[in-house]
């Protein structure tokens, strides 16, 4: 009696590690979740690592175009600076990369030691089983357990425990099988991330000798322009006052749109009419849209672009006493490339800028304007309606400063200035 009692006990003991067991692979599932995350995380990174790559490599073409001149110059420092900027961003992305797959090590590692604790763990409990089922288990044993009771209801849960011991042992076995299964597949994937590990690294060591590169060109070109002192001075003066002129005539155009709109809208309107614009119904449905699609309007060129200069004002990278202020920003493309409209508008105003040889768009949307500056040919006029990506005109190409081809571009509503970069993708 006494034994067909620790009979019992042993089968009820292997239903609760059958629990435990589902607890296990809980914990594990949530592990390999994790896993996941990271994964995605590092999906992010090679993304933007991407296009990182990507900007270094159109910075570079567009500096392969300017090699050809000796002397040194602003717009060619400013190539060099983008170029530095966006192999160090690179750069940056590719330790975080690195750091990620160190982490995911790691951890894959842990993991790879709990599955062999619990793999060694299953087969001694389906050993001892085994061995308990061989010495003890015989058909007689088993028939004598089962008729050693006092009632046929007790037959009956004698046999259903022997039937889930059984079950049970099939069970064991098909985990252990898949637990090593689950043991090789970490094993692969630690040797692979160990391998991604190793070619990043050698990346990063290839970049950095392009980056101490581009760093000494770019040491070279400051060098040269700070012996030309006179000229450096003459040449930001010029820009300067160019982008005071042009600022001007902008927003005199806007004030002028703007008191049309609101005398043509309300006899009552103020002496600040001109501050902002009377928007009908549908150019507020308009305005609406543009605004909706803040951080989604497509760049207004095509190609490879970079952008050579920020929005607002900054210190100059290079010259310590010098300081920039842009009220847009400048992007240097290829020569011939064309200038596209970020969004669909109107046409408010063409104009070629007195004394200059380029010509300047200005669209519509609501109470918001786009404005694109350097063009050398205009494809549209005053009062055309443009839809999205829609060509606007070839960007001019600057002969006399190192072939440089340059989109101004601002973006307002009314009167204020707004940061482009963090409304273009």
């Not at 007689?140 to 008729?147: I, P």
């Not at 064991?172 to 991604?196: H, M």
């Not at 549908?282 to 909706?292: C, H, S």
């Not at 004394?355 to 009062?383: D, M, P």
């Amino acid at each position: 009696m006494m034994k067909e009692l620790k009979t019992l006990r042993d089968i009820l003991s292997q239903s609760r590690i059958l629990k435990i067991v589902h607890c296990s692979l809980f914990i594990i599932h949530c592990i390999l979740l994790s896993g996941h995350i990271s994964a995605q995380n590092l999906q992010t990174l090679q993304a933007q690592r991407k296009a990182a790559i990507e900007e270094v490599d159109a910075i570079s073409s567009l500096l392969s175009e300017i090699r050809a001149s000796a002397s040194a110059s602003l717009n060619r420092l400013n190539l060099l600076s983008a170029q530095v900027q966006s192999r160090k961003n690179m750069f940056s992305h590719l330790n975080q990369e690195i750091a990620v797959l160190y982490k995911d090590i790691a951890a894959m590692n842990q993991e790879l030691i709990e599955l062999e604790k619990d793999l060694k763990s299953k087969r001694d409990r389906y050993a001892t089983a085994v061995q308990s089922m061989y010495t003890r288990h015989t058909s007689q044993y088993k028939w004598l357990f089962v008729l050693s009771t006092n009632n046929f209801s007790q037959i009956l849960n004698r046999m259903r425990y022997i039937r889930e011991f059984a079950a049970w042992q099939k069970q064991q076995g098909t985990q252990i099988l898949r637990k090593q299964e689950e043991i090789n597949l970490k094993q692969l994937e630690i040797e692979q991330s160990r391998a991604e590990k190793v070619a990043l690294l050698s990346v990063r060591e290839e970049e950095n000798k392009k980056l101490e590169k581009e760093e000494a060109a770019q040491r070279a070109e400051v060098q040269q322009l700070n012996r030309r002192q006179n000229d450096l001075q003459a040449e930001l003066t010029k820009q300067r006052n160019q982008a005071a002129a042009l600022n001007r005539e902008i927003e005199r155009l806007i004030s002028n749109d703007n008191r049309r709109s609101n005398n043509a809208s309300d006899s009552r309107a103020t002496a600040a009419a001109g501050s902002s614009y009377r928007m009908t119904a549908e150019e507020q449905k308009l305005a609406t849209d543009f605004a909706a699609n803040r951080g989604r309007l497509p760049f207004p060129v095509s190609g490879r672009y970079s952008i050579v200069r920020p929005f607002g004002e900054y210190q100059h990278p290079q010259f310590r006493n010098v300081r920039l202020k842009n009220d847009g920003i400048d992007i240097q493309v290829a020569a011939g490339t064309e200038a596209m409209a970020v969004f669909e508008g109107v046409v408010a105003g063409v104009f070629l800028f007195p004394g200059s040889a380029f010509y300047s768009v200005i669209l519509q949307h609501g109470n918001y304007r786009t404005v694109y500056i350097y063009l050398s040919e205009v494809y549209v006029k005053n009062g055309d309606k443009v839809s999205t990506s829609q060509k606007l005109g070839k960007i001019f190409t600057d002969l006399k400063n190192d072939n440089a081809t340059i989109l101004h571009f601002e973006l307002r509503r009314d009167l204020e200035k707004l940061n482009p970069t963090i409304w273009l993708r």
